[in-house]
């Protein structure tokens, strides 16, 4: 019910007129380090992101892209800031931020000696879901995702892309509102890849809030509604492809990115 009105709101209305689903207020991610000092992975990022919305974050290998994810998945603490998940606060409500997310990463675990079917029924029961909802679910998802083929197979013996889409399965099988996906078709093949592009295209037809990191410039310009550049920890530029374009006077996304991030490197 509450997929449907929000789609239903996303449809007619802009971004700006709905109220957010994600709010990251000055968020901020320390580490020290014996040798190296103080590391400010985060470094006091502020965006925000709306119902139906995706939003991709951009950044180099070490820029802050995972942290600034984890952060809002809670499975790490800020060192200062805040951000609010579906209307609750990460710091103090994280278990009812986690009951309203699904988060997938290319290191998420799997339980090897469950089959497949087996993994997503258990995170289910977990989610409190009774079994006929936990059979439907699992029925629409393993159609979605064409998994039904690989559904009693061990999840020890998956490839990359089987696991990946278990991975996805698991994360979802509570309707959770908000989807935060970190890189989530790096080192797929192109049909695996195909495949969670397009489920992250239903998530935002459906009226989910997906927040989502890549390398892969291409996948940013074929699916967020906005984009965020983060470079060593701060988040440089926050806005449509377009508009990034014209503050950047380029064209192609990875010379927005590169004007943005290393704008030295452009005029050599």
Same mark, same amino acid.
Do not use: W
């Given at each position: 019910?509450?997929?449907?009105?929000?789609?239903?709101?996303?449809?007619?209305?802009?971004?700006?007129?709905?109220?957010?689903?994600?709010?990251?207020?000055?968020?901020?991610?320390?580490?020290?380090? +014996?040798?190296?000092?103080?590391?400010?992975?985060?470094?006091?990022?502020?965006?925000?992101?709306?119902?139906?919305?995706?939003?991709?974050?951009?950044?180099?290998?070490?820029?802050?892209? %995972?942290?600034?994810?984890?952060?809002?998945?809670?499975?790490?603490?800020?060192?200062?800031? %805040?951000?609010?998940?579906?209307?609750?606060?990460?710091? +103090?409500?994280?278990?009812?931020?986690?009951?309203?997310?699904?988060?997938?990463?290319?290191?998420?675990?799997?339980?090897?000696?469950?089959? &497949?079917?087996? @993994? &997503?029924?258990?995170?289910?029961?977990?989610?409190?879901?009774?079994? %006929?909802?936990?059979?439907? $679910?699992?029925?629409?998802?393993?159609?979605?995702?064409? @998994?039904?083929?690989?559904?009693? #197979?061990?999840?020890?013996?998956?490839?990359?892309?089987?696991?990946? *889409?278990?991975?996805?399965?698991?994360?979802?099988?509570?309707?959770?509102? &908000? @989807?935060?996906?970190?890189?989530?078709? %790096?080192?797929?093949?192109?049909?695996?890849?195909?495949?969670?592009?397009?489920?992250?295209?239903?998530?935002?037809?459906?009226?989910?809030? &997906?927040?989502?990191?890549?390398?892969?410039?291409?996948?940013?310009? $074929?699916?967020?509604? +906005?984009?965020?550049?983060?470079? #060593?920890?701060?988040?440089?530029?926050?806005?449509?492809?377009?508009?990034?374009? *014209?503050?950047?006077?380029?064209?192609?996304?990875?010379?927005?990115?590169? +004007?943005?991030?290393?704008?030295?490197? @452009?005029?050599?």
């Amino acid at each position: 019910m509450f997929l449907t009105l929000v789609l239903n709101l996303a449809g007619c209305a802009d971004f700006g007129t709905l109220s957010p689903m994600i709010v990251a207020e000055r968020l901020v991610k320390v580490y020290r380090d +014996r040798k190296r000092g103080e590391i400010r992975a985060v470094d006091g990022v502020s965006f925000t992101v709306h119902a139906g919305e995706i939003f991709g974050l951009l950044g180099a290998n070490g820029a802050g892209k %995972t942290t600034t994810l984890r952060l809002l998945g809670t499975l790490l603490q800020p060192t200062d800031g %805040t951000a609010y998940v579906a209307g609750f606060d990460v710091r +103090r409500e994280p278990e009812n931020v986690r009951a309203n997310i699904g988060f997938l990463s290319t290191t998420t675990a799997l339980y090897g000696r469950l089959t &497949v079917r087996e @993994m &997503v029924e258990y995170f289910g029961r977990l989610h409190g879901l009774d079994e %006929t909802t936990l059979r439907r $679910r699992i029925e629409s998802i393993f159609t979605t995702l064409g @998994m039904h083929e690989f559904a009693t #197979a061990r999840c020890d013996k998956l490839s990359t892309g089987q696991k990946q *889409r278990t991975s996805i399965a698991r994360s979802i099988i509570h309707e959770p509102t &908000v @989807m935060i996906f970190d890189e989530p078709t %790096t080192g797929l093949d192109v049909m695996t890849s195909r495949t969670i592009v397009g489920f992250i295209r239903r998530c935002r037809e459906e009226g989910r809030t &997906v927040v989502f990191s890549t390398h892969i410039m291409s996948e940013a310009e $074929r699916l967020c509604d +906005r984009i965020g550049i983060i470079h #060593a920890g701060r988040l440089v530029a926050v806005g449509t492809l377009d508009e990034l374009r *014209r503050q950047t006077g380029a064209t192609v996304l990875e010379e927005v990115f590169l +004007r943005l991030v290393a704008p030295d490197a @452009m005029e050599g």
